[in-house]
């Protein structure tokens, strides 16, 4: 078990992490090679359009982009179903829809992590209807709760049953500045 680093330690509010599940560079290693993994799965012509699922998975995104060795596009998609508390509540609230179109790319959905499917199970259809050329899912946690379709094409870690935290996740808005993941 990894201990939580000290500078941290005071900005947490008093809330108890109990243990780092994946370190700052074991992160920055396995993002590294989702990338290379992702660069290899396109041509350079391909269109190529990276959907984040916001908030939690924009310093994922980022990491993961810079890193990709083809032209691409960015854009978002904020969806909701966790509120404040740490179960998903499966009522998905879709606030912003991606702006760039679809039709004929290959898209690859970006999410921090797949725990329910609630999410994921809702957006796929959703997106299949502006009929991409691709449809792939990138997640860097998988709970493994849940087989979806398609389900997570590239993966970064397989997650503990734990409500975790750091790297872009959050427990109603807090700890997402962590540059490691951590347990609460």
């Not at 000290?6 to 008093?14: D, I, S, V, Y």
């Not at 699922?53 to 998609?77: C, E, N, T, W, Y």
């Not at 997640?139 to 790297?167: I, N």
Request: aromatic share 8%.
């Amino acid at each position: 078990m990894s201990t939580i680093p000290e500078a941290a330690a005071g900005q947490l509010g008093g809330r108890t992490i109990r243990r780092v599940v994946y370190s700052e560079s074991d992160i920055a290693t396995r993002v590294r090679e989702m990338a290379e993994e992702i660069t290899a799965a396109f041509e350079p012509h391909d269109q190529l359009l990276v959907v984040g699922l916001l908030k939690g998975s924009f310093i994922f995104l980022a990491d993961l982009v810079r890193r990709i060795q083809r032209p691409l596009h960015v854009d978002f998609l904020v969806a909701s179903s966790y509120g404040s508390g740490t179960v998903s509540s499966g009522d998905l609230q879709l606030l912003y829809n991606p702006q760039a179109s679809l039709r004929d790319r290959s898209v690859v959905i970006v999410e921090d992590i797949i725990d329910s499917g609630h999410t994921l199970q809702r957006l796929i259809p959703l997106l299949r209807e502006r009929e991409p050329r691709s449809l792939e899912v990138c997640t860097l946690l998988h709970k493994r709760l849940v087989t979806l379709d398609p389900d997570a094409r590239w993966v970064g870690f397989d997650a503990p049953s734990e409500f975790l935290v750091g790297y872009g996740l959050d427990h109603a808005e807090d700890f997402r500045h962590l540059p490691y993941i951590a347990s609460l």
